[in-house]
């Protein structure tokens, strides 16, 4: 480490340490605090007057010794650098500052110190090591980018593919640093980028195996609840393509102590805790475990809970990873009952027999299930535990141990039996993990243990210290090396660098005579012990080395000091853990095990075991035991070899390694000890730092000259501080005389090749001179500025005084003239108001006057009114009253009279009834008593006769005096009735008198009571009268209000209805938008299959040629492919797909029946999915367009509907010219028969009879074949135009017949025939007429119908609106609304209603089109078989020359079939696309394959259709596969085959393609076959010419995109170049082959210039263009992401000139509406984020608000990375970071950091109509088509 003075030895120590320089002083708990000298150092001074950060002033004292002074601080622009090697003063508390600024206020976990990358743990999940960030980082300089793990694993991929030298990544820290997940981190990182070579993921098992390890290796200490308390170094396999083929562990030092013995507050072994949390499950019941606080093992610690884990679920973890990695059901419980017994070991309690003897209790539990579990005898076994063998020459005793040593030995057993099976498990994994084929080179990663030392150093802690002192000193001597390289690459005179060596203390450890021979000398002693072990270290090294110290106060310890710090070991166990002995008949009994696994634990016990060792009491390597093949006594002899030096031994080895290889460091940190989320502990990290290496690396650094600079680099920083004469066009030169001038002493810097070497200090003794120098011309700048600024204030001010004193003279002027106006005006106004007042004072007694004359008389007229009223009304009442008392004295004398008759005869009857019943009575009694007197009775009956009759006779007279009676009776009463009545009349009279008298004084109250309230009423009628007239007033105003209230509600109505159409509009657009961003979806998705299933494809072609033709792999080189690739291809459904690979296939028959049958079938059945999947998205992508284009389906149907006719129309023409040519030919056959009778020599000459007869009936027939021919076509068109009217089954086919019939016609019979079809013309004629006239009528009465509901909608709608303004301004509006829901539901509905209908018409139309086309063909075969086989034969007859007219080119090319790969081979395999381009039409090949395609459907062959497209379809894909890597190539048959697809669709005889084609161009559509299918097929194809073509743009652009966006200076001067450190950057200045902005555009203009030569479709090469500038977007972002030095004000200025450089070539180009300039939103925004204010909180608000293309982790990012580049710039505050935060947090995104450059937008291919006529395409001689045929 440098002293303080060798930190100022650059300079005078006045020049630096002065007034307002920074400096840091020791501190007990921050160990350096920053303070800033308050007065100048001068030489002698013994103290610095200092003040510190919380402006404290004190006095640091110098050293009298050594006078040093306090380190200086860097400038604030260094802080916070990648590379500690970049600051300029490299002392231990400029790293530690560095490290803490970048720690806890960037949130930066690397930092690159040299060739170490620092890592800090975060003790949280950070988002930095997804899929992206390893695709940014693959392929980059370890400079280029921000400080990762990802980049040194880049390294070493990248140095191993160049240098064909294997790698290692040595991981090392203490404990809960990270040294795990930065080894797992590093491997993800070599199986993406590589790939494996199998199917099997390497990478996948090696995390699989990672449960496993953890389980049986990692354990919870005070330090880590994770701990893994073994080193382990595990080699990646590459093949000679550098993929991975497998994977290969060493561990090292288990400790196996902590098998039986854990501290307080620690754990034992996961696995343990995890078999007792799953004890209740049925598999593990035969264990019989039960908690872990049972277990002696497992309850040391009392902490068996780690928070968080579930040891259940965990245990379920494992036992996947097991059966991941091949270890069987079987092997799995062998293992748990193995680990169980362990535990139960461990509880077996020894109990004391004597002084000298111990014994296990009989029948002990513990021990039982031991020997249950492990196969073994229970007797054997408690013998053992309490006994031992010893052998001597002659005898053999078995000696009883005590207690102590039996527990010892049980103890040093059950570590025994851990480590074995930690063994078998490592062994397997190995296994699993090993190669299948031969390994080409490897990277080595190694996971092991930092330098330790605590209050106890025992064993364990020597061998950790010892193995990394070995692993300094082969750090120190690499660093020492690279250093060597580069001062000679640069060819700076090599003075020797002073650096600490280790080999001292090494030697003292390994040595003849040292440590570990002393003490396995003294293991081999029979009574050796661990003092006299002590006594000989002491006297061997305690006066011959001085690394070696006794403790002042202990004989039993020593000091050994390390390159770390010292460490004093306690030789208390030394011996006893380096024999590590176990009972040799323990093992036996084991070994005679019934358990198969335990036998196979310990059937190699006598074999050779692996030399890296076992620390009994610390750490064991178990390792994949060595190759070696050993003797048996050789073998005897290793087996007693001690733990140190088999760990001597393995370290050797493992260093042999290491030197093979070239290393890299990776040195994890632990911040702080409470594992607390990004805090940093300066106590603890600078411990770490200097135990790892780290400050031992910058001390080597600074020894030398650590600030290093490129010439231009030099230039460009320190440009300021030239002169403009010490600029020369040497930048070398200049920069050689600027330095001599400023800095005298030579020896601090030195001039290399490239670059200038300063010694510490040097650059920030540069940068203040140009601080200074950029300060002083900043006050010059400001005191112009001010100076102007003050001036133009002045003049400002006189100017506006003086316009001020103009206007307010003017002002005060007019004041006085308004004044004078308004006096006049109020004395006017005084006049008219007074005269007013007076007026209206008159005007209102008089109507007070009137008002109540008015009242007075109208209240006495009311009242003699009411007095003759209340007269009448008594009468009335008097009236009705006496008649209604005079009938109820009515109804009471009636009532009471029929009472009384009631009462009387009741009475009667009573009596009567009375009567009888003792008459009743008495005769019965006396019959009972006077049974026997019947004769008295019977005299008695003679009386009573006779008594009878004297009674009838006085009855008739008693009858008649009653009757008289009662008529007496009934007078007294009617008097009784009268007089009571009369009496009760009486009593109502005197009660109504009484009544009426209450009356009189109630209403006289009353009119007391209303004379009162008429006096009331008065008054208020007099304020109501004066209340009404202010209402009225009110009123009028208020009606004016509701009158413009109203016209504003009016304006309201409109304006909402407006705004509701508008919100319509919008939904339905934002619908619309939704459905295309389905689409695309859809389309990206389907288009994503279409590549991977290429990408099987062309997996599967290589894996088929290697295998057939077995190639050797081609010569080894870096070659990176993303694991993503894919080629160009597509997948071809039809049947010849591998047509042209049959012939090779067939001669590698028999190599490729060896082919691996399971990846045939594993491909076989991806690509079966693959093709389920892409048909199932076709179909879904068909029912999307269908949905996207309802919109068209009217004028669709309605073009289907004539179409149809034209095609048959179209049909039948055709039909009546071949049976008019068939005709004539017969004709012709007659005339040469004729001809040919005639046997004279000049018969058939010119002008001879004959001749002439045969030219006439020639003429002849042809006029009436014209004649004919325009009668069939118009009676033909007239009954297709018929069809539909016709109502039976039968008018479909009378066209036909009657076709046939004119055909029949005869000379003879013409015009018979003619007038039939006249008469047959007409008749039609008239059923159309009547049918319009019907269909007319029809249309009026649906005209009507239609005007009468509209007629009754705008009612219905007057009505709605009259009753909406009535409503209030809310239900208005929902109402509104509600009948605006309801309209636009009932559209739908009639729209759906519709478009069924035409469902409905499509598919009856197409079925009668194939009933025509079927027809159609059955005519043709019955003509072509009609024929007779005479008229085929070719007579032999001579030739007659008939003139002939010249018939038009038809637009078809015909060809043979054999010429068929002639025609492939020329216009597609071995076409030059650059003279076709030039020279050419563009897309004439495809117009030319077009043309041959027609041609093969006019002659209706459909094999020659298939195979044309077959070839055509493969001939471009081999095309592509062979130069798939040439833009030209790639981009000319994208253009071509989009020029095909157009092609078929445009003459498809498709309605919807041939709206813009012309006459002749429709003549030429496809008549015979329907090629959608192949259309499919073509646009397959072209999607994946098109990601062939995205991927080959972004191979090129993608070098150029960094240099040219980031690093090259578009705007000279603007971005400053900091220092930069050992990890060079790419320098933003353009060097020779340096990729700029211009380079850029010139690629751009290359490849748009190229596409329009080739004919490329212009939305096609706009979405080329939109997918372009998203490439350069999301590179240029995802670097300066990755990248802090880009980060910066000046950057972003840069940045924003290149993206306005890129949108002036779009709006040069016309493609600023492509979408190209949206993808580069983000970018934008990013660079405004460098440039704008970042303080306050409306900063904060205006960044939100600005920033919506980027993420709220981008947005951050970029926060953290902001880096000033001048000292004028300030950074980016915590406070205002987390302001961000706050204020984003609601943000739903995704968390992802980068942006994904694979992305490739989904393609679409809009149909673009060529109007290029095919009959006028001439063929090129240079194509070499002759064998073509024109038709």
Not at 492 to 519: H, R, S
Not at 851 to 870: C, E, F, P, S
Not at 1321 to 1347: F, H, I, W
Request: glycine share 4%.
């Amino acid at each position: 480490m440098e002293k303080g003075h060798d930190s100022s030895t650059s300079m005078a120590a006045s020049e630096l340490y002065t007034k307002f320089a920074r400096v840091w002083i020791p501190d007990a708990d921050e160990v350096w605090k920053s303070a800033e000298l308050t007065k100048n150092y001068k030489h002698g001074d013994s103290t610095l007057h200092l003040t510190l950060e919380d402006g404290m002033d004190i006095e640091h004292k110098l050293d009298d010794k050594t006078k040093n002074l306090p380190h200086l601080r860097n400038p604030d622009i260094l802080v916070g650098e990648n590379d500690l090697t970049a600051l300029s003063y490299l002392h231990e508390p400029a790293v530690l500052h560095n490290l803490k600024v970048r720690f806890t206020d960037s949130k930066l976990i690397y930092t690159y110190c040299g060739i170490v990358l620092v890592a800090i743990n975060p003790y949280e999940n950070l988002p930095i090591y997804g899929s992206d960030i390893i695709n940014a980082y693959s392929g980059q300089n370890m400079g280029d980018m921000d400080p990762h793990i990802f980049a040194v694993a880049e390294e070493a991929y990248k140095q191993m593919a160049r240098d064909e030298r294997n790698q290692s990544i040595i991981v090392s820290g203490e404990s809960g640093a990270g040294k795990t997940v930065s080894a797992k981190y590093a491997m993800r990182y070599f199986a993406t980028v590589s790939g494996a070579a199998t199917e099997a993921n390497v990478e996948e098992k090696v995390l699989a195996s990672n449960p496993i390890m953890e389980a049986i290796g990692n354990a919870k200490t005070t330090r880590n609840d994770n701990s893994s308390r073994f080193g382990k170094y595990i080699e990646i396999g590459f093949d000679k393509r550098y993929r991975i083929i497998g994977a290969n562990m060493r561990t090292y030092l288990l400790e196996k102590s902590r098998v039986v013995f854990q501290a307080d507050e620690e754990r034992n072994y996961h696995i343990f805790y995890q078999l007792c949390a799953s004890s209740h499950l049925p598999e593990f019941k035969n264990l019989k475990l039960g908690s872990a606080d049972v277990f002696h093992c497992t309850n040391q610690g009392r902490n068996p809970v780690i928070d968080g884990v579930d040891d259940a679920k965990e245990m379920c973890t494992t036992q996947h990873a097991f059966s991941l990695l091949g270890i069987n059901e079987l092997n799995q419980k062998g293992l748990f009952q193995v680990l169980a017994a362990i535990l139960h070991l461990g509880n077996v309690e020894i109990k004391d027999r004597d002084s000298d003897s111990s014994i296990i209790p009989p029948n002990n539990r513990h021990l039982t299930v031991f020997c249950e579990l492990m196969g073994v005898t229970y007797q054997d076994m408690s013998h053992w535990l309490c006994h031992k063998k010893l052998k001597t020459a002659q005898e053999t005793y078995i000696k009883p141990i005590p207690r102590l040593q039996a527990s010892n030995a049980r103890d040093a057993l059950a570590k025994h039996i851990y480590a074995k099976v930690f063994n078998w498990i490592v062994d397997h994994v190995n296994k699993s993990l090993r190669a299948t084929v031969k390994q080409h080179s490897f990277i080595g990663v190694l996971d092991i243990y930092g330098f330790e030392t605590f209050e106890i150093n025992s064993f364990e802690q020597f061998c950790i210290n010892y193995a990394n002192e070995k692993l300094q000193q082969q750090f120190n001597m690499h660093v020492f090396k690279l250093e060597q390289e580069e001062y000679l690459k640069e060819q700076i005179p090599w003075t020797l660098i002073d650096f600490y060596d280790n080999q001292p203390c090494i030697n003292l450890i390994e040595a003849k005579m040292g440590v570990l021979d002393l003490l396995d000398e003294e293991c081999k002693m029979p009574k050796g012990s661990d003092d006299s072990w002590a006594q000989k270290l002491y006297n061997t090294h305690l006066k011959t080395c001085s690394l070696f110290e006794k403790p002042r106060m202990s004989n039993k310890a020593f000091i050994i000091q390390h390159f770390a710090d010292k460490v004093q070991y306690q030789c208390d166990g030394f011996l006893e853990k380096n024999k590590d002995t176990v009972n040799e008949e323990q093992i036996n009994v084991l070994k005679a095990s019934k358990l198969d696994l335990l036998v196979e634990l310990f059937q190699d016990e006598e074999k050779v075991t692996s030399p890296t060792g076992t620390a009994p009491g610390g750490r064991t390597r178990l390792s994949v035991k060595p190759k070696q093949i050993r003797s048996a006594g050789a073998s005897s002899k290793e087996h007693k070899k001690t733990v140190g030096c088999q760990f001597r031994n393995s370290l050797a080895m493992l260093m042999e390694t290491l030197n093979a290889t070239t290393p890299h460091y990776v040195r994890c940190i632990k911040p702080n000890d409470l594992k607390f989320p990004f805090t940093f502990d300066p106590k603890r990290a600078v411990q770490q730092l200097r135990a790892c290496g780290v400050l031992e690396t910058i001390r080597i650094s600074a020894a030398g000259f650590p600030s290093r600079w490129t010439y231009q680099e030099f230039f460009s920083r320190y440009r300021v501080l030239m002169k403009q004469k010490d600029v020369l066009s040497d930048r070398r030169l200049t920069c050689r005389n600027v330095l001599e001038k400023l800095v005298q002493d030579q020896d601090k810097y030195q001039f290399g090749k490239t670059k200038i070497f300063f010694r510490a200090g040097q650059v920030a003794y540069l940068e203040k001179l140009r601080a200074d120098k950029l300060r002083k011309a900043c006050v010059r700048i400001q005191k112009t500025i001010r100076c102007w600024l003050v001036r133009k204030k002045y003049l400002r001010k006189k100017h506006a005084a003086i316009t001020i004193q103009r206007y307010t003279r003017g002002h005060q002027a007019r004041c006085l003239v308004k004044y004078m106006r308004q006096t006049l005006a109020a004395i006017t106004i005084q006049k008219f108001q007074r005269m007013c007042v007076q007026r209206k004072l008159y005007l209102q007694k008089q109507a007070a006057a009137l008002v109540m004359q008015t009242i007075l008389r109208a209240y006495m007229a009311r009242q003699k009114y009411q007095g003759l009223l209340r007269n009448h009304k008594a009468v009335f009442i008097q009236k009705h009253v006496r008649g209604w008392l005079a009938r109820q004295r009515y109804k009471r004398s009636l009532r009471a009279i029929v009472y009384l008759q009631c009462c009387i005869r009741r009475m009667k009857a009573k009596k009567e009834l009375k009567k009888l019943k003792i008459e009743a009575r008495s005769v019965e009694h006396f019959k009972k008593l006077n049974v026997g007197m019947e004769n008295k009775i019977m005299q008695l009956q003679r009386k009573l006769d006779e008594q009878a009759k004297d009674n009838r006779v006085t009855s008739e007279r008693l009858s008649c005096l009653e009757t008289s009676h009662a008529v007496e009776s009934d007078k007294l009463k009617v008097e009784v009735s009268k007089l009571k009545g009369i009496e009760e009349e009486a009593k109502n009279n005197a009660n109504r008198v009484t009544s009426l008298l209450e009356e009189l004084e109630r209403l006289r109250k009353e009119l007391t009571t209303t004379q009162k309230e008429k006096k009331t009423i008065e008054d208020w009628a007099t304020k109501y009268r004066d209340e009404m007239e202010k209402m009225v007033a009110e009123l009028k105003q208020q009606n004016g209000l509701l009158k413009t209230e109203k016209d504003d509600l009016n304006r309201m109505i409109k304006e909402q209805s407006q705004q509701m159409t508008e919100k319509m509009t919008r939904a339905l657009a934002e619908e619309t938008q939704q459905l295309e961003s389905d689409l695309n979806e859809e389309r990206s998705r389907y288009q994503n299959l279409l590549t991977e299933h290429l990408r099987l494809e062309e997996r599967y072609d290589d894996l088929k040629e290697e295998i057939t033709l077995s190639v050797s792999v081609p010569k080894p080189g870096h070659r990176r492919t993303d694991s993503t690739h894919s080629s160009n291809g597509s997948e071809c459904t039809y049947n010849s797909e591998f047509a042209e690979s049959e012939e090779s296939s067939r001669h590698g028959e028999d190599v490729t029946r060896g082919m691996d049958t399971s990846l045939t079938l594993k491909l076989q059945k991806r690509v079966t999915e693959l093709e389920q999947e892409k048909s199932s998205l076709r179909n879904e992508l068909e029912n999307k367009e269908e949905q996207f284009q309802r919109a068209r389906v009217r004028d669709d149907e309605e073009h289907k509907k004539s179409r149809g006719a034209e095609l048959e129309y179209e049909s039948l023409k055709r039909q009546e010219l071949d049976s008019e040519n068939k005709k004539l030919k017969h004709d012709l056959t007659a005339m040469r028969q004729s001809l040919l009778g005639n046997a004279g020599a000049g018969a058939g000459a010119p002008g001879s009879p004959p001749y002439k007869v045969l030219m006439d009936q020639l003429n002849s027939s042809c006029e009436e074949l014209e004649v004919r021919k325009e009668e069939v076509l118009i009676l033909r068109s007239q009954l297709v135009s018929q069809k539909e009217a016709m109502q039976h089954k039968e008018t479909m086919t009378e066209p036909v017949h009657y076709a046939e019939d004119v055909h029949k016609m005869k000379d003879s019979g013409a015009i018979t025939q003619a007038y039939l079809g006249l008469k047959e013309t007409n008749r039609l004629l008239e059923g159309q007429m009547q049918q319009q006239r019907r269909s007319y009528d029809n249309e009026v009465e649906v005209l009507r119908g239609e005007l009468q509901s509209v007629k009754e909608e705008n009612n219905r709608q007057q009505q709605l609106l009259a009753q909406n303004l009535q409503l209030p301004p809310e239900a208005r509006i929902e109402a509104s609304l509600q009948h605006e829901i309801t309209r636009l539901t009932n559209e739908n509905l009639d729209l759906m209603e519709q478009l069924e209908k035409q469902d409905k018409t499509i598919r009856k139309l197409k079925k009668q089109l194939k009933v025509f086309s079927k027809k159609i063909g059955e005519m043709g075969a019955g003509q072509v078989e009609t024929i007779s086989p005479g008229q085929m034969v070719e007579e032999t007859v001579r030739p007659v020359n008939i003139p002939r007219r010249e018939k038009d080119f038809q637009g078809m090319l015909e060809y043979k079939k054999e010429d068929e790969l002639k025609l492939v081979k020329n216009l597609i395999l071995e076409l030059k696309p650059r003279g076709v381009a030039v020279n050419l039409i563009p897309g004439l090949p495809a117009y030319i394959l077009f043309m041959c395609l027609r041609h093969a459907d006019y002659v209706n062959d459909d094999q020659k259709v298939r195979t044309l497209l077959t070839s055509t379809i493969n001939s471009i894909k081999k095309i592509l596969k062979k130069r798939g890597d040439d833009f030209e190539t790639v981009s000319f048959w994208l253009s071509n085959t989009c020029r095909f697809l157009h092609c078929l669709k445009q003459y498809s005889g498709d309605e919807s393609f041939m709206k813009h084609n012309t006459p002749k161009q429709n003549d030429h559509c496809l008549s015979n076959f329907d090629l959608a299918e192949y259309r499919q097929v073509l646009s397959d194809l072209a999607i994946q010419i098109y990601q062939q073509l995205i991927k080959c743009m972004e191979n090129i652009l993608q070098p150029m995109i960094v240099s040219g966006m980031l690093e090259h200076e578009t705007i000279q001067g603007v971005s400053g170049v900091k220092p930069t450190g050992l990890r060079k950057r790419t320098s933003s200045i353009a060097d020779e082959g340096t990729y700029t902005l211009e380079s850029i555009l010139r690629q751009l203009s290359a490849f748009h210039s190229t596409m329009c030569q080739h004919g490329t479709d212009p939305e096609l090469i706009k979405q080329v263009v939109k997918q372009q500038f998203y490439i350069i977007g999301a590179v240029t972002l995802n670097n300066l992401l990755l990248r802090k030095d880009m980060c910066s004000w000046s950057k972003g200025m840069q940045i924003r000139y290149n993206v306005s450089q890129l949108e002036e070539w779009l709006r040069d180009k016309s493609l600023m509406l492509c979408g190209a300039k949206e993808t580069l939103e983000p970018l934008i925004q990013a660079a405004q984020l460098l440039q704008v204010k970042k303080k306050t909180d409306e900063d904060a608000e205006a960044i939100c608000s600005m920033c919506n293309s980027l993420s709220t982790s981008q947005i951050v990012k970029v926060l953290n990375l902001y880096t000033p580049v001048n000292e004028f710039e300030e950074r980016v505050s915590v406070t205002f970071i987390r302001t961000i935060q706050t204020r984003l947090r609601d943000r739903c995104e995704t968390p992802q950091l980068l942006m994904d450059t694979k992305i490739i937008y989904p393609v679409t291919f809009p149909f673009n109509p060529s109007s290029l006529a095919l009959e006028t395409i001439q063929i090129p001689g240079s194509l070499n088509l002759a064998f073509l045929t024109r038709v």
